[in-house]
Nanobody, 121 residues
Framework: QVQLVESGGGLVQAGGSLRVSCAASGPIFNIYAMGWYRQVPGKQRELVASISSGGSTTTGDSMKGRFTISRDNAKNTVYLQMNNLKPDDTGVYYC???????????????WGQGTQVTVSS
């Protein structure tokens, strides 16, 4: 079974930085797009940033210029560097990956368990 494990969340003051990581493990044949979403109570889960297997990125409008997504394909890991954090960035950050696994050779979307990011004012 493919698993995504996030790490690196926590509490930070406004203006500070955090980096979260997400490592995929299991019977992986290939990983296509990877990304980060966040969810705040009472709101829908929203895209933070995504990155293709070739390195093309998409970033949410409110995060542009502050958040950077990257990946290490050799480690099956995606990172999110968050700078100049604001209280509105508070939420649970979920990792997402589209993974083709063995032996099915079917591409399936997987989610991590989420990591809490809290930005204090």
């Amino acid at each position: 079974q493919v698993q995504l494990v996030e790490s690196g969340g926590g509490l930070v003051q406004a203006g500070g930085s955090l980096r979260v990581s997400c490592a995929a493990s299991g019977p992986i044949f290939n990983i296509y797009a990877m990304g980060w979403y966040r969810q705040v109570p009472g709101k829908q889960r929203e895209l933070v940033a995504s990155i293709s297997s070739g390195g093309s990125t998409t970033t949410g409008d409110s995060m542009k210029g502050r958040f950077t997504i990257s990946r290490d394909n050799a480690k099956n890991t995606v990172y999110l560097q968050m700078n100049n954090l604001k209280p509105d960035d508070t939420g649970v950050y979920y990792c997402n990956a589209n993974v083709m696994s063995l032996p099915t050779m079917r591409a399936v979307n997987y989610w991590g368990q989420g990591t809490q990011v809290t930005v204090s004012s």
